[in-house]
Nanobody
Framework: QVQLVESGGGLVQPGGSLRLSCAASGFTFRDYVIGWFRQAPGKEREGVSFIRSSDGETYYADSVKGRFTISRDNVKNTVYLQMNSLKPEDTGVYYC???????????????WGQGTQVTVSS
C-alpha cells in the first residue's frame, strides 16, 4: 500500500535551516505529484510546495518562494524540502502527500504521511 514517511523536523532558531525528507513506497513514484503541506495551530492547512516526479516541475506558495526548495530523487523515491531563512511563522506540522496533480493542487490528495513538527523559535 502507499506509504509516505516524513523526517527531518525539529526546533530551529529564526534564520536557520532544516531539510525535510519524504520517503515514498507502494506506488509508481514517477506517475504522481508529491506535495508538502503544513498546518499551524489554529490555522487551516496550506500547500507549501509541490513537485511532479516525472519532469521535476515545481510550485511554491508565495510565502516560501526564495527560501524553500523542493527536490526529488527518483531512485530513492524520496522528496526533499530544503527550508532556509526560517521564520517563526513557518512553525507547524509538515506533511507530505501524494496523488494526481489536480488533487494535490486542490489540497485534497488521497495519501498522507504522519507529519513532522517544525518549530522556529529563539
Amino acid at each position: 500500500q502507499v506509504q509516505l514517511v516524513e523526517s527531518g523536523g525539529g526546533l530551529v532558531q529564526p534564520g536557520g535551516s532544516l531539510r525535510l525528507s519524504c520517503a515514498a513506497s507502494g506506488f509508481t513514484f514517477r506517475d504522481y505529484v508529491i506535495g508538502w503541506f503544513r498546518q499551524a495551530p489554529g490555522k487551516e492547512r496550506e500547500g507549501v510546495s509541490f513537485i511532479r516526479s516525472s519532469d521535476g516541475e515545481t510550485y511554491y506558495a508565495d510565502s516560501v518562494k526564495g527560501r524553500f526548495t523542493i527536490s526529488r530523487d527518483n531512485v530513492k523515491n524520496t522528496v526533499y524540502l530544503q527550508m532556509n531563512s526560517l521564520k517563526p511563522e513557518d512553525t507547524g506540522v509538515y506533511y507530505c502527500a501524494t496523488d494526481r496533480l489536480s488533487a494535490v493542487v486542490a489540497g485534497t490528495p488521497e495519501y498522507w504521511g504522519q507529519g513532522t513538527q517544525v518549530t522556529v523559535s529563539s
